[in-house]
Each structure stands twice: as C-alpha cells, then as structure tokens.
C-alpha cells in the first residue's frame, strides 16, 4: 500500500495597495492525526460557540487571540505539520489573481514533494475558489501529460467547503498567521515574530523573498 499524508490547503490575501502579501499554506499528516484533531475541533468550536474557524469572520472578537492558540494547538498537538509559502506581490509577476494564487499553491506543494520521502504521497484537500480549482486541474493535467513522478505522487485533490470541513478550516487558521507576519516584516524587518506561529513552523517560519526566477521555476 502507498504511504499517503492528507494536506490541508488555504490561502490569505492581503489588501494593501502597495504591495500586497499572499499567503498560502495549512497542514500534513497521516491519517490518524487528522483523526485526533477531528475529535478535538468540535469541542473548540462548542467552547468557543462558533460553527465553524474562519480568521475573516472572527478576528474582531475580543477573544481572538485566544481562539487562535486554542485551535492552532490542537492542530500541531494532535501530530500535523505546517507547510507555508508568503511571498510578496511583487514577486509574482503581472499575471491574474488566480495566477498569482497558483504560483504560491505550486511553491508549497514543491516544499511537500523536497520534504518527503520518495515513497510518500500525498491527497490535497484545498478551500474552493473558483478561480484556483480551474488553475490546479489545469496544472494537474500538465502534470500528467509530462508522466513525471509528480503527477504519480498526487493521489487526488478535492475542494471542499471550509464551513463544513476541519481541514480547511485549520488551514485557513495559518495561512493567515503567515499572511499577517508577512506584512508586519515588510513593514519592519526587526517586527517580532508572533508567538503562536513561530510555535507551529517550529521556528522555521520565514518570508520567501526572493526573486522571480528563484520562486517562480517551472511547473
């Protein structure tokens, strides 16, 4: 039997002008840790009286600070692993939203194939956005045609609503640590790392400035 890890997939987009960071990132595992969180999300949740983990729509609560930590430690306690790419607008090129989007998915997925063993594989689960869910299957059928291992090594990829499955919403919970620690750096170099992330990454979390061809090689 193959050996294949579950990935958790989001994205976070910022809204300065200026010079936007995007975020895209979440969580890998085996199937038994995605077990153990699925029993510890819906106490949250109750705990928390909240339907579902959603950064946008909670992050003017007072207890917004709290909600993260909770949730996000029973993420990486129940044996998941963040995966996270935030690279800054200008380094994506001028091409649409979605493309930007999908050359920030294609980076995190190459950090997933360079991390693991040969003999891994891996079933992505991704928040469905319209425009994306185009882009990847379209990059998937390349993926194909070229009959490289990559292709091999993607069991499946599924778009799922993040109202209703953990996953993604544990997914959207770092993609937006990230996105947000992107922009306090932009802004100051010497900002602080939060707390929280720093826990989750392990304290590898850094931004991917680089340059163009660094971040965006071939597909």
Known sequence: ???????????????DPSERMFSYGGWFGYEDAWKVLAMKWPA???????????????????????????????????????????????????????????????????QLF??????????????REQDLEKQISAWVQRLRERKGDQYDRIVGVCFLNSKKVIHVQAADLV?????????????????PMDPLLDKLTDGRFSVS??????FLVSE
């Not at 039997?1 to 997939?9: G, K, R």
């Not at 339907?51 to 993420?75: C, I, V």
């Not at 360079?114 to 928040?127: K, T």
Request: proline fraction near 3%.
């Open 209 to 214: 400035y680089v340059s163009d061809a660094d």
């Open 44 to 110: 949250l949740l109750d705990k928390f009286n909240i339907h579902h983990f959603r950064s946008n729509d909670l992050k003017g609560r007072p207890d917004w600070k709290q909600l993260q930590q909770e949730f996000g430690m029973a993420a990486k306690t129940a044996g998941l692993h963040v995966v996270v790419s935030v690279p800054s607008e200008r380094l994506l090129g001028s091409g649409t939203e979605a493309q930007r989007k999908m050359a920030v998915f294609q980076h995190v997925v190459r």
């Open 114 to 127: 360079d991390a693991a063993p040969e003999s891994v594989n891996f079933a992505l689960m991704c928040d």
């Open 1 to 15: 039997m193959p050996v294949i890890e579950q990935v958790s997939l989001d994205g976070s987009y910022g809204r």
């Open 175 to 191: 993609a937006n640590l990230a996105r947000e620690q992107g922009e306090a750096l932009l802004r100051n170099q010497a900002a």
